[in-house]
């Protein structure tokens, strides 16, 4: 299975454009029934959903539910694939959804300081939470940070919070921007190196930069082939020629590494120096 690494948002009143996403390179789909729908459109929002999921889809599709009402009239849908929970602040916040929609994936998203101290008690809150997610618009705005800076430690929260609760690296929020892919690039490239893997996108031509700044480059490809060939031929702890030691966790690293490679035009993978 391909590692997701671009997770598109589309607004549920906007049928033709959530076709258009589908027809897109995201990994997955977000359909939003909250934040990007007028409420006065919600209920048109959720029936054209409803009408678009009665059917399998091309690529997998969440929805960003606005009330855990919507949740009966979502979860047995065909062409559902996860529920996405806004503004979760505690684990019983999740197991009432969980409870609404027995056997669908769900995806919590963080969106205010007390969902931060939570983390982990919402990122283990039900067998069913399929990745945690950030939602930094709201916690800019709940915190009154008018910079990034501030939300360094809320991202790392989240990053460990979903390593201890034993899921995938979560991908990184929106960014608002979509004129400028330049500063995208930079911010998932920080956002890598705090652990995120992948990132929610707005529009379209977000997509290539996200993942173009998460695939590995040619170097690394190169470190982590070694590393495993190294692993194959000595299963315990080994330094290799260069110096570097290597354990169990490394090989773990190299081989996620390995995967992420695996994805459609990584034979052409460019360098860390060749990339815009």
Known sequence: MTIPLTWLYVPGDRPEVVRKALASDADIVIVDLEDAVAQGRKPYALDATVELLSAPQPVPVHVR????????????????????????AYATDVQQIA???????????????????????????????????????????????????GLDWPRTRTVLAARAAGLAPPPQSVFPDILDLDGLYASCSHGRSLGFLGRAAIHPRQLPVIERAFLPTREEIEA????????????????LPDGRFVDAAVVAAARRTLALAEREGEGEGEGEGERD
């Open 65 to 88: 539910i606005n009330s855990p009402h919507e949740v009966e009239a979502l979860a047995e849908l065909p062409g559902l694939s996860a529920l996405r929970i806004p503004k979760v």
């Open 99 to 149: 409870a609404r929609a027995p056997g669908v994936p769900l995806y919590p998203l963080i969106e205010s300081a007390l969902a931060v101290e939570h983390a982990y008690a919402i990122a283990t809150a039900h067998d069913a939470i399929a990745g945690i997610a950030l939602g930094e618009s709201d916690l800019r705005a709940d915190l009154g940070l008018r910079g990034d800076a």
């Open 224 to 239: 982590a082939e070694e590393i495993v060939k190294a692993a194959a031929a000595d299963a315990g702890a080994l330094a």
